[in-house]
């Protein structure tokens, strides 16, 4: 795009809702389109549905841009601000012959049409003469032959017959003007060069294109209507049925980059037909003229196979950095120095693993989570109900136990009557030059337990980690246990052993 042309875009949302992944990517393909050609890109509230609209969906609405990194050049403005504009070219449309006074109401346009086949409004008042008053719409007088031409380049030349368009209301029998009406006008006056919107849009555009000219004799914007975006089983994503908020993207740990990575391909790719890209890739070879009119399949998996590799791509240091606020937010009392502490041994385990920064939170909560308790279902199921997990339980715990300060390998028994491995789970206190307690060590005391009973590494693992961990599955088991400490770690044993007990 000739940077000379002057490209200004807009997008322009309605504050009734959660912001839609629809509405996300609409925007994103006018931002890019925006910064390829040196353009504006405009945000415009279209809040003229007073009683859906809310202050609390525009700052969604804004909230979630920032996060996407879709900055904005002009805006936000408010139709709601803009009344007197609409209800000025309402009145040139009236005077220039181009609008009309009505007085109908539904029942009347029924039972005039009844039995006739007749659908829509009939043109009643066309020629009644009267003047804009309270009780009365105003309506657009359609021409009664020839047809309407967008130019789509998405979808080529679309083509409507002025027949099938009614002399549709401009402004309410209550004096607010309709949507159509104030679109027109906000183009015009913010010199909107290209509207790129969904297609649901594509059937009111000729009524748009027709206002447009009956308002001015500038230059009609050139349009692309961008495919629909559809579930699994390939109907429209709905509010109602559908997860289609941002926000709620952004709230389970999906990272920006990776969401506009995802959005970007739901109607575009590449020419070499590569999928997870850098913006300036996007940038540098985007094309209106290469998006594709079928609908786009909105695939959460793939989204979140997408938030993987975005993640593992993290070095350690900027991973953790993403996902401390979600980590201080879950844990609201643990101090930030408190977490990170026991977060950095772990964090490139943590990474490797996590699809979503909340799916982090969830590895490390055996860390956190306060009261700590093992998931009910797996510790009936892999220590209480298990024959053998007893008997390895409590070989397990002896052995921990008998792993002393390097400098006192014998158990020395201190003046309270007990080893200085068991005084530091009374006290609480982590045990002075523990060297012992390491991943390496305690893999080994659980092999060779384990071979008591003749088990395998893999299946004598899963009862310690139910008693320590919580579940059957998460980190790596022994540098988990590191992490967690001497003191923990044998408390825990003990008290799925007494879980055990309790249920003999």
Known sequence: ??????????????????????????????????????????????????????????????QALSWLNINIDEGPYFQSERKDLYLKAAEKLFLSGNAYACDCNREDVLKRTEGTGHVGYDNYCRDRGLAPADGRVLRFLTPDSGITVVNDIVRGEVEFANTSIDDFVLVK????????????????????????????????TPKAILLWHALSDKKVPTFAHLPVLVNEKRQKLSKRRDKVAVEEYKEMGILPEAMVNYL????????????????????????????????AFFDEKRLLYFNGQYIRALSDQDFTQRLLPYLEESYPKISRDDILEKLEPLVSLVKERAATLREGVDLLDFLFKEPFAPDEEDL????????????????????FLALTPADSRNSAVNATGKTESEEAITTGEKVSGHGLFVAEVLKDILTESGALFDLKLAKAQAPIRVATLGKKTGLPLFESLEVLGFPEVIKRLRAAIEKTSDNK
């Open 1 to 62: 795009m000739d940077k000379e042309e002057h490209v200004r875009v807009r997008f322009a949302p309605s504050p009734t809702g959660y912001f839609h992944v629809g509405g996300a990517r609409t925007a994103l393909y006018n931002w890019l389109f925006a910064r390829q050609s040196g353009g504006k890109f405009i945000l415009r509230i279209e809040d003229t549905d007073t009683e859906r609209s809310d202050p609390t969906w525009t700052a969604g609405i804004l």
């Open 173 to 204: 029998s209550n004096g607010d003007p309709l949507f159509v009406l104030a679109v027109v006008v906000d183009d015009q006056d913010m010199g909107i060069t290209h509207i790129i919107r969904a297609e649901e849009h594509l059937p009111t």
């Open 264 to 295: 970007t391909i739901l109607g575009w790719s590449p020419k070499d037909g590569s999928e997870i890209f850098e913006q300036k890739k996007a940038l540098a070879e985007f094309s209106l003229k290469e998006v594709n009119h079928s609908p």
């Open 380 to 399: 009936q199921k892999v220590v209480i109900n298990s024959d053998f997990s007893r008997q390895l339980l409590e070989e397990v715990l002896k052995r």
